[in-house]
T-cell receptor
């Protein structure tokens, strides 16, 4: 079992729709969870982080965490073509600053 | 200044060469990282330095040798690499504890080709 799992996609959504990205993780002791966005040919950049069960909203982005199910998700509302990128789920796995990335989900938002 | 600077941007080396990748940050961050990323794959953690001490080595082959001369600098020494080591090598830095902000600041990477 991989430590952090995501569907690789591509996930294709029309402009203005909600994009839903999912992630599961194996280490039940993990406490902090992150979503990074990576445009082609660029480095990853942080979108959101979440530590507590429930929802966390920031603008058009909502992160959801369910520790009992070991599940993290990212919702992108009013998707724009500029949101087209690979979204990487990352988990701070047990150790100090051991940030492990999932395989990433490629999102394509079409006009 | 929120930059992590990596040099060189591109490096081509033979399997018998010795080379180094360099990384620098001036954000006062106390944790620095090396990740390896192959095409269409996620970043793969290699090493973590915290307060200039190696805190995580993800079972990386000894042909990769990290060094942290001071809190602003991180090097990756390369020797006797294999063609499969060709990849983008990303340096990153963060505040002492990722649990505080969760943010890794990545450099643009050094693209390594091993012939």
């Amino acid at each position: 079992q991989k430590e952090v799992e995501q569907n690789s996609g591509p996930l294709s959504v029309p402009e203005g729709a909600i994009a839903s990205l999912n992630c599961t993780y194996s280490d039940r002791g993990s406490q902090s969870f992150f979503w990074y966005r990576q445009y082609s040919g660029k480095s990853p950049e942080l979108i959101m982080f979440i530590y507590s069960n429930g929802d966390k909203e920031d603008g058009r982005f909502t992160a959801q965490l369910n520790k009992a199910s070991q599940y993290v998700s990212l919702l992108i509302r009013d998707s724009q073509p500029s949101d087209s990128a690979t979204y990487l789920c990352a988990v701070n796995m047990g150790g100090y600053n051991k940030l492990i990335f999932g395989a990433g989900t490629r999102l394509a938002v079409h006009p | 200044d929120t930059e992590v600077t990596q040099t060189p941007k591109h490096l081509v080396m033979g399997m018998t060469n010795k080379k180094s990748l360099k990384c620098e940050q001036h954000m006062g961050h106390r944790a620095m990282y090396w990740y390896k990323q192959k095409a269409k794959k996620p970043p793969e953690l290699m090493f973590v330095y915290s307060y200039e001490k190696l805190s995580i080595n993800e079972s990386v082959p000894s042909r990769f040798s990290p060094e942290c001369p001071n809190s602003s600098l991180l090097n990756l020494h390369l020797h006797a690499l294999q063609p499969e080591d060709s990849a983008l090598y990303l340096c990153a830095s963060s505040q002492d504890d990722l649990a505080d902000t969760g943010e890794l600041f990545f450099g643009e990477g050094s693209r390594l080709t091993v012939l």
